[in-house]
Every structure is written in structure tokens, then in C-alpha cells.
């Protein structure tokens, strides 16, 4: 198909897998979604920056979405590709397979940036992972969000949540079990807001160092767009995962304002 005239359509699958996502996620948790985004930037390449901290985060990603009348191609781990039922209907439901640590990144920018100019938007984790930060603030990104960005022209909207660790361990499918059925009880709050577009303006694709400094403006617009969602919990969160494991290697210390 040529995207260039046909602009990207979500496939059903991917429109019920919305309606599905909306439904698990009422029945586990008390979604609230706030925030937007902009009518004129529905219309162009759009890119979704998305913390990532559960998980439970894509069916959470997914149901806040529908809420905001968007079906955006998820740029996930090529491990859900090889799984015999996920993988095939992520392929039909048009996400974009990243593996992480080969040489098929670069497939996976390439493609995610044709979807982009075919009008489709685009969902990123830009951490590359589910964070280990002691207090799940997000990390110090890796640079193929911010690459994508600025190849493309595409504005990036940061989304934050918070919550979604409340409902499956890091360890999921090992305690899922347990897991769900404690948020059953429980139905903890999961909040999605989505902030404002991250300024790029003033950085040019190739330019060396440009992209490193896009990744650390978009981790501090997440960080900034999280921070309002966890107001009682500033250091580390409450509800503390057992099988999470803690890493400070990767980070992220918010670089101070400008002008």
C-alpha cells in the first residue's frame, strides 16, 4: 500500500482489541484519563512517548487511547511478534516490531517513520524498557524515539501513567494470578495524562548530539507530565513489587530550565 496516498486506517482487530482493553482494564482498576490531543496534530506524524512501568501498560495504553479517539501502531519488542496468537494479531493489527539489540532496530525506525508520514501515529516506550528506577521514574531514553522524531518531523505528545504497577508485578506471568486478583479487590487508580508536545524546533536530524539532547527534553516532559499524576508519592512509590529489581545505572537527572 502506498502510504503516501493511503493514509493508514486501524484494522478492526485493533479497534476491538481497544474495546477489550477498555473492558479489562475497568474491571481491574479505576481508569482516569486527562489531558489531549491537539486537533490540528491528528492529522500529521504524531508520536506517542510513553513511560513505562508495568507490564500491564500497553492494555492501559491501549483503553486511555480509545478514550482519546486514537489508534496509534506500538513500536513493541519482537518477542510478542514470535509468540504464535500475540504475534499474529499484532502483525494484522499493524504495530511495528522492534528487536532490541540487533540490526533490526534500524528496520524498525525506518518503518515506524513511513507509518508516520502515512498519517499513522506511533507509540514508543522511549526508556526501551519496563524502568527498574527505585522510585519508577522515568529513565535516562534511549536516543531511537528522539531519532524517529526528527527524521520525520513528527511532534511528540509525552504520555504519562501511573498506577498500572498495581495490577501486574514486573515478573508477570509469574504471580499474575495473584496479582489480578488483588486488584479485583483492590481496583486500584490508574491515571493517563497526556501533556503537552515536546519543543524540537530548534534541533536538526543529524546534527551530532541532537539526538541525545531531544531524548533528555522528552524524558523531562514525562517526568514533568508524571509528577502531577503521584502527588503523595514524590519518592518511592507505596505499593512496592518484591520481583522488581532496582537499577540507578540508567537514572535520570532532568536537566534545568532554559531562558
Request: charged share 20%; glycine share 10%.
Amino acid at each position: 500500500m502506498d502510504t503516501a496516498h493511503s493514509p493508514w486506517q486501524p484494522p478492526l482487530i485493533w479497534r476491538a482489541a481497544q474495546l477489550l482493553a477498555r473492558l479489562v482494564v475497568g474491571l481491574l482498576a479505576r481508569l482516569e484519563v486527562t489531558g489531549g490531543i491537539p486537533a490540528p496534530l491528528r492529522g500529521g506524524p504524531l508520536i506517542l512517548a510513553a513511560n513505562h512501568i508495568s507490564p500491564f501498560d500497553p492494555i492501559v495504553l491501549a483503553a486511555a487511547c480509545r478514550a482519546r479517539r486514537v489508534a496509534p501502531r506500538i513500536m513493541a519488542t519482537g518477542g510478542l511478534f514470535r509468540a504464535p496468537v500475540i504475534g499474529a494479531a499484532m502483525r494484522r493489527a499493524g504495530h511495528i516490531r522492534v528487536d532490541r539489540g540487533t540490526s533490526g532496530v534500524h528496520r524498525a525506525l525506518d518503518d515506524a517513520a513511513a507509518a508516520a508520514a502515512g498519517g499513522a501515529p506511533i507509540l514508543v516506550y522511549p526508556e526501551g524498557r519496563i524502568g527498574l528506577d527505585p522510585g519508577l521514574w522515568p529513565e535516562r531514553g534511549k536516543t531511537g524515539t528522539a531519532r524517529l522524531a526528527l527524521s520525520c518531523g513528527a511532534p511528540v505528545i509525552p504520555v504519562a501513567q501511573w498506577g498500572s504497577h498495581e495490577v501486574l508485578p514486573y515478573r508477570a506471568p509469574k504471580g499474575l494470578l495473584r496479582g489480578v486478583a488483588r486488584a479485583l479487590v483492590r481496583r486500584p487508580t490508574v491515571r493517563v495524562h497526556f501533556g503537552d508536545p515536546v519543543d524540537l524546533s530548534d534541533l536538526t536530524h543529524g546534527v551530532p548530539g541532537a539526538a541525545r539532547l531531544a531524548t533528555d527534553r522528552i524524558i523531562d516532559a514525562l517526568t514533568d507530565t508524571l509528577a502531577p499524576l503521584r502527588p503523595d508519592e514524590p519518592g518511592r512509590p507505596r505499593h512496592v513489587d518484591p520481583g522488581r529489581p532496582a537499577d540507578t545505572s540508567r537514572s535520570h537527572r532532568r536537566r534545568p530550565a532554559t531562558g
